[in-house]
């Protein structure tokens, strides 16, 4: 069988290209969609300021979801484990369990 894989050309406009740094992500979702907010949170700032807010549909949340499950697992593979400090040793959930073939609803 050929190669199905489509390729999608995008514009990636030079403000946006500089990206812009989140160490704070917070979640929310109604039935129709998700909101992620994105934020950096610095010492000596009264509170975080919102950079980005994403919204998008349950499925493309969940497609997210799985495209960065893919992403960390093949980061670990070459770098090793991201440890996680102040958090117990092992994952307190298994990644696994949300991947598609093990996705739970």
């Known amino acids: 069988m050929e ?6 050309n995008f514009e990636l406009r030079p403000e946006t290209a500089r990206g812009s740094y989140s160490n704070l992500a917070i979640i929310s979702h109604s039935h129709s969609e998700f909101v992620i907010d ?3 949170v610095l010492p000596g700032m009264p509170k975080p300021e919102v950079g980005s807010r994403i919204l998008m549909t349950p499925e493309h949340a969940k497609r997210l979801m799985n495209a960065l499950i893919d992403n960390v697992s093949k980061y670990e593979s070459q770098f090793g484990t991201i440890e996680m400090p102040g958090q117990p040793q092992g994952p307190t959930f298994n990644l696994a369990d949300l ?4 996705a739970k609803s």
């Not at 190669?3 to 999608?8: A, G, H, P, V, Y």
């Not at 991947?99 to 093990?102: F, L």
């Open 3 to 8: 190669n199905d894989k489509k390729q999608i």
């Open 38 to 40: 994105f934020a950096c």
């Open 99 to 102: 991947a598609p073939n093990g």
